[in-house]
T-cell receptor, first 116, second 110 residues
Framework: DAGVIQSPRHEVTEMGQEVTLRCKPI?????LFWYRQTMMRGLELLIY????????DSGMPEDRFSAKMPNASFSTLKIQPSEPRDSAVYFC??????????????FGDGTRLSIL | QKEVEQNSGPLSVPEGAIASLNCTYS??????FFWYRQYSGKSPELIMF????GDKEDGRFTAQLNKASQYVSLLIRDSQPSDSATYLC??????????FGAGTRLFVKA
């Protein structure tokens, strides 16, 4: 079975440019999570969706960051305008939540973002 | 601020020994706990999850949970050099939100 698919794997762009990261969750999973990982701050939850609806976006650092999930098989994380401090590895994860216990999340390979 | 705390390490153990990784969490309402392994430059990979007090064993891995002490641990028996990685502890806090610790780096010496 295909896992969580993220694109692009690497992105290098100049400050001020718009960056769009993409994620396809595991088929059948109904929860999707966006994380950012840096050496200084570790793995931080930015936003998560359940059944395509944003549930908690308290981790989104600023208005420059936005995320959408137009359908069950696709999500985007957009940064506009980008800044050098946004450089990090961005992970998407998905899980199947059907009430009761919180199920484990499965991570994509990540997008390594460098803003020059 | 709800937190998950881990010793950053590095924890160094000889091949064949037991590696013990520890984690504490601040939200007494946390119900689900996870251990992930992350190799350098790779994504986190699920190792174990535990929901109830006590021990849960899977092969060489044992997860231990003590909700009264808000403490989770991971034991790796017969450690191998391939176990060398960063181990992330995670706990849920409200809804499906999961908080990750900063990770413990483990080195297994051949």
């Amino acid at each position: 079975d295909a896992g969580v698919i993220q694109s692009p794997r690497h992105e290098v762009t100049e400050m001020g440019q718009e960056v769009t990261l993409r994620c396809k969750p595991i088929s059948g999973h109904n929860s999707l999570f966006w994380y950012r990982q840096t050496m200084m701050r570790g793995l931080e939850l930015l936003i998560y969706f359940n059944n395509n609806v944003p549930i908690d976006d308290s981790g989104m650092p600023e208005d420059r960051f936005s995320a959408k999930m137009p359908n069950a098989s696709f999500s985007t994380l957009k940064i506009q305008p980008s800044e050098p401090r946004d450089s990090a590895v961005y992970f998407c994860a998905s899980s199947s939540q059907r009430g009761g216990r919180v199920q484990p999340q499965h991570f994509g390979d990540g997008t390594r973002l460098s803003i020059l | 601020q709800k937190e998950v705390e881990q010793n950053s390490g590095p924890l160094s153990v000889p091949e064949g020994a037991i590696a013990s990784l520890n984690c504490t969490y601040s939200d007494r309402g946390s119900q689900s706990f996870f251990w992930y392994r992350q190799y350098s430059g790779k994504s986190p990979e699920l190792i174990m999850f535990i929901y109830s007090n006590g021990d849960k064993e899977d092969g060489r891995f044992t997860a231990q949970l003590n909700k009264a002490s808000q403490y989770v641990s991971l034991l790796i028996r017969d450690s191998q050099p391939s176990d060398s990685a960063t181990y992330l502890c995670a706990a849920t806090t409200g809804g499906f939100k999961t908080i990750f610790g900063a990770g413990t780096r483990l080195f297994v010496k051949a």
